[in-house]
């Protein structure tokens, strides 16, 4: 018996939605198991236009997400492919507006019916916060691989213009994003010291001051001085 299920995943500027139903009539724990989707949406706050799809578009989007956050935190383009051209997602900067560009294509190939939403850095935070919540939960669709490879200290930002406005917090992939910019701002500390210790010069208590000896002058009678004496 099938049981109709519907997840929800979102944070202040992004909110995901699936609908699906789990084959487990004896769910573990009590918990049922998202196993067949039938629809996905996404929406961003403020857009009237949604991204729909099943899970080649659910797929597609977190890879494409979290490709472009390992991007702008490397400095370096992270490419993915995927075996399927349908529910294409990418994104891609906007430099003179110093924003993101979300598209979805419904065939990779073709680009006349493409959705292009323009993202702030804080709305594409607030994405990648709520694909971190999804990939999180292992009750919903725990057979899709995001296939996340952490980045290695090597790569290096070569911008940091991500702090356009007040960023909330994130967690998962957005939370590393901002400590790793963080973490490579803060220049590496020299030499540290305690300024309560002053630097003492070390003292022999057994050596005596020695004060040198004046010459004793005897003063001439002055009588004699007169007397030439």
Request: proline residues 7%; negative net charge; aromatic residues 6%.
């Amino acid at each position: 018996m099938s049981i109709p299920i519907q997840r929800q995943y979102s944070s202040p500027n992004c909110i995901l939605s699936l609908h699906g139903f789990s084959d487990d009539s004896n769910p573990k724990e009590g918990v049922l198991i998202l196993s067949v989707l039938t629809e996905a949406k996404c929406r961003i706050v403020g857009v009237n236009q949604n991204l729909t799809g099943g899970v080649n578009f659910v797929a597609n989007l977190v890879k494409a997400v979290s490709c472009y956050g390992q991007g702008l935190l490397s400095g370096l383009t992270h490419s993915w492919e995927t075996a399927d051209d349908n529910d294409y997602v990418f994104l891609q900067k906007i430099p003179e507006k110093n924003r993101h560009l979300l598209v979805f294509q419904q065939k990779k190939e073709e680009a006349e019916n493409q959705i292009e939403i323009e993202l702030t850095t804080v709305q594409l935070f607030d994405l990648l916060e709520t694909i971190d919540q999804f990939c999180a939960d292992k009750s919903t669709l725990p057979n899709l691989e995001d296939n996340l490879n952490p980045l290695s200290r090597r790569y290096r930002q070569i911008e940091v213009s991500l702090v356009e406005q007040s960023i909330p917090g994130v967690i998962g992939l957005a939370g590393f994003m901002l400590s790793a910019i963080a973490l490579f701002l803060i220049p590496t500390p020299g030499e540290i010291r305690d300024p309560n210790q002053e630097i003492q010069t070390p003292t022999d208590n057994n050596t005596e001051e020695i004060v040198p000896e004046l010459p004793i002058q005897i003063p001439l009678d002055p009588e004699n001085q007169e007397n030439g004496e």
